[in-house]
Nanobody, 115 residues
Framework: QVQFVESGGGLVQAGGSLRLSCAASGSIFSRWTLGWYRQAPGKQRELVAL???????NDAASGKGRFTVSRDNAKRTMYLQMNSLKPEDTAVYYC?????????WGQGTQVTVSS
């Protein structure tokens, strides 16, 4: 059963940057399309970005031009580089497969952007 562990969140001022990491168990990590998701208070969880097995990325409108997703299959790790952060980016960030696997959600990592 796959499990994901997110890290790298924190408190940052608007305009700042953070790099999130997502470590995964599972020997077939390289075969998965993966996604970064986030959930802000009072809102539904949303997809932020995804990356295919071949490294093709697709960023949601909210992060386009500011967020970059990448992966290192040898380390079974995915990353999300977030630049020019805005207060509306405040949320708990999660990683999972795309489409997500319900049983694989981790604890997430909190990102708080102050204005």
């Amino acid at each position: 059963q796959v499990q994901f562990v997110e890290s790298g969140g924190g408190l940052v001022q608007a305009g700042g940057s953070l790099r999130l990491s997502c470590a995964a168990s599972g020997s077939i990590f390289s075969r998965w399309t993966l996604g970064w998701y986030r959930q802000a208070p009072g809102k539904q969880r949303e997809l932020v970005a995804l990356i295919t097995t071949g490294g093709t990325t697709n960023d949601a409108a909210s992060g386009k031009g500011r967020f970059t997703v990448s992966r290192d299959n040898a380390k079974r790790t995915m990353y999300l580089q977030m630049n020019s952060l805005k207060p509306e980016d405040t949320a708990v960030y999660y990683c999972n497969r795309f489409p997500f696997e319900d049983s694989a959600w981790g604890q997430g990592t909190q990102v708080t952007v102050s204005s």
